[in-house]
């Protein structure tokens, strides 16, 4: 199973998924995609095997409107087991004005 920890996803901003399961794994690989393209790949390998591991990544302006994050890990009896999710992104830009105070003179 997976869930996204986070609770607003926007860009430039880490965005966190738990990936859980009910067997040890011993590998884990996600890849990330947006708009068609392959943007982002990692394989990790646990020394120590684990029930449940926090997966990051900082989207990109291209991964606008929705990543869809590809996830898939092996459990140390030999089983594959896929997964996936859609991360909705939110485009917000901040803007600061700082405003002087002036007279008009005529």
């Not at 393209?37 to 020394?47: Q, V």
């Not at 989207?59 to 896929?82: C, Q, R, S």
Request: glycine share 2%; no cysteine; aromatic share 12%.
């Amino acid at each position: 199973n997976v869930f996204l920890l986070s609770i607003r996803p926007s860009i430039n901003e880490r965005v966190q998924i738990q990936v859980l399961s009910s067997k040890e794994i011993s590998q884990l690989s996600f890849k990330i995609f947006g708009k068609g393209s392959l943007l982002e790949s990692e394989t990790i390998y646990f020394p120590t095997p684990k029930k449940s591991h926090v997966i990051s990544f900082i989207p990109k302006t291209i991964m606008i409107p929705e990543a869809h994050v590809l996830i898939f890990y092996l459990t140390t009896d030999g089983e594959i087991v896929p997964d996936r999710i859609d991360v909705k992104l939110s485009n917000f830009v901040r803007i600061n004005f700082i405003l002087f105070p002036f007279k008009l003179i005529y």
